[in-house]
């Protein structure tokens, strides 16, 4: 929330008290913050006033009125909240959504979110005044009224969101703003989201599971709703069963897709009726019109929903699967032996370190032994023939000369 510096006169106490009021109200121009992150969140909520006002507070950042504000959800419940951001002002008729603390976008470190629950639930309205003015040592129980255990609640927070110091404030205000902030502790365990689905989209191929919704909720069960082609189903992905027509807080969840599915798209819907409790943060929604960041200070009980979906393609075609090479059969190997290797016949081809010699030229083996005995009998048995053939030629002649004589 803005704020105007402390300074003696009197006419700028009174000038920072108008613009505390201002302020309080939603009409002071809001400081330029960065952009703030998305949130997967359902809880929607306008800031439509201011649900009661407190004492104003002297802090060592300067002198700022206090009040409870109102969020209105889109089904018309409302929360009470109070501020976590001294240094912004809070713009009127902002949109807000439902956030985890480490996603707060305001000016200040929120430094210890768990003390700040802590005072939440220990602090007003969750604690009467009466209660709270008797539980802080000197505070005059007997007199406390509620704005100032309001203001002292307030100032208590701002000590852990921002800190800020309390100077000065009236009746038991300081009484009770020291009992908060000596014995707050840190929480460590953030309260749980109304209802989230994370992410709120996904894509896919047909034959695999689209999507990885994770579930969150302060529910006990939410009812879930599937809008789906025949044959796409919503699995446990921690199981692999399809999910039935509830879902819990850190469920899982995925969309089944058979591998013959056309392209296509799926959804699925939650509602229910669950408590946006204690301690949850909301931010503004429009990152480039800052307003102040708002937390919880009771639980309440709304009506909301939430959503997410998926698109797939079709499954690639399968691609054909090669021919197998015949495998080759090894040649066999030869036996080995102690035989030599012959030589190589000369062929006479070109290249040859001798030409071929003629047929005629060819080496003839030796005759030698019995060879050599037939040869001289073939020879002896010529040589008779011959004579023989000689002789019988001789006669012939000789009885021809006989008959010519005998004429």
Known sequence: MKHSPITPSAGRTGLALSAAALLAFGLAAPAAAEPVETYEGSVRAQYVGNHESGETVT?????????????????????????????????????????????????????????????????????????????????????????????????????????????????????????????AEAMAQEPAPTLSVTPDSATGQAGNTVGEFD?????????????????????????????????????????????????????????????????RLFKGEDSHKATQTLITAQDSEVTVDAAASVEWSEADEPAPEPTPEPTPTPEPEPTPTDEPDPKPTPTGEPGDDKPTPPKDDEPTLPVTGGALAGLVAAGVAALGAGGGAIYLSRKRKAAAGDSETDV
């Open 59 to 183: 802090m060592n950042v300067g002198t700022i009125g206090t009040n409870l504000f109102r969020l209105r959800l889109e089904d018309g419940s409302e929360l009470i909240t109070y501020c976590i951001d001294i240094e912004t002002g809070i713009r009127s008729s902002s949109w807000y959504q439902e956030d985890e603390w480490a996603n707060y976008p305001g000016k200040g470190e929120f430094a210890e979110p768990g003390k700040v629950h802590w005072i939440l639930q220990h602090g007003y309205p969750n604690v009467s005044a009466q209660d709270l003015a008797e539980a802080a040592n000197g505070a005059n129980a007997a007199r406390v009224t509620d704005a100032e255990a309001l203001a002292a609640t307030q100032a208590a927070i701002w000590h852990y969101s921002n800190g800020a110091d309390l100077n000065r404030g009236r009746g038991n205000v300081k009484g009770i703003y020291d009992y908060l902030v000596e014995n």
């Open 215 to 279: 579930i969150s909720t302060s529910s006990a069960e939410v009812p879930i709703a599937l809008d789906a082609p025949e044959g796409v189903e919503l699995i446990d992905l921690s199981t692999g069963e399809p999910v039935g027509e509830t879902v819990n807080d850190g469920a899982r969840i995925g969309f089944a897709v058979p591998e013959d599915a056309e392209a296509g798209e799926a959804s699925f819907s939650l509602e229910t009726t669950a408590t946006v409790q204690q301690g």
